[in-house]
């Protein structure tokens, strides 16, 4: 059985937010490097997707190996949006031979697509909750003093 509670964040998306919670960082865990590739089956609309992921989100915060999870939630969009139009094109309901109505196949396809979305994009950080939390580190501003700490000279 696994741990219980929410999923532990990555320890950049945790200091990306300020570490709300003070409890210590774990400053031995692996950092991931790279930046996610995205794979050749990812184009049309999952590519639109993956393009704008990637480029609204920090700078460093997904890694080559986050390439698979991306692709899955740019996967899902797409069949969520294909699906969509399915059922705006058929409707909801579907009649049988005899004439007895049941859902079109289409709804169940939708709605399994959303749950994959909600589930990967909180893994991802890309849900409106995790947004607002999201604090991008202060950039220091320099001093107008710098110069003068960073000059040589004076008595030896």
């Not at 050749?40 to 700078?59: L, Q, R, T």
């Amino acid at each position: 059985m696994g741990a219980r509670g929410p999923q532990k964040k990555p320890n950049k998306l945790k200091r990306l937010e300020g570490n709300p919670g003070r409890r210590p960082i774990n400053d031995k865990a692996p950092e991931p490097t790279g930046r996610p590739i995205k794979p050749p089956y990812v184009k049309g609309y999952a590519g639109k997707v993956w393009k704008a992921i990637v480029a609204s989100m920090p700078d460093g915060l997904y890694s080559t190996c986050d390439t698979s999870l991306l692709a899955a939630y740019c996967v899902a969009a797409d069949l969520h949006r294909h699906s969509t139009m399915m059922v705006e094109k058929d409707g909801g309901v579907a009649f049988g031979d005899g004439g007895a109505p049941y859902q079109n196949p289409w709804v169940s396809i939708l709605n399994r697509q959303a749950q994959l979305l909600a589930t990967l994009g909180s893994r991802l950080g890309l849900d409106p909750a995790a947004r607002t939390n999201l604090k991008a580190p202060e950039i220091p501003k320099e001093s107008k003093f710098a110069d003068l700490i960073t000059m040589s000279g004076g008595k030896k």
